[in-house]
């Protein structure tokens, strides 16, 4: 993966995190790497624990941003979370998989959340 991709990752990612704050979700890790991939964001709202994918793009030429959550990197991300909840992290929340999609074309990014993207 190349520099610039790596830092508009990162960049989309900050951008998700803030998104989410704002929303009163409480940031709980971030880049969580595991033994059976990465997570890019938990974050915990009540009850639920989140699990967040974050997909950034500069614009839809190639397509909307949470078209790359493919049913692949999903079953990667259930296996990460379920390394996470396995390590006695976090007993007694309710598992979520959101998606956020930033779209850094314009000035301000546009942001979408999509709650329960997929499932177990």
Known sequence: MSVARQSLGRWGEERAGDFLQRQGFQIVERNLRTPLGEIDLIA????????????????TAFGVPQDAVTPRKQRQIIRAAQWYLGQGRHSGLQPRFDVIAVLAATAEPQIEHIANAFTL
């Open 44 to 59: 915990r709202q009540g009850r639920t624990l989140v699990f967040v994918e974050v997909k950034t793009r500069r614009s």
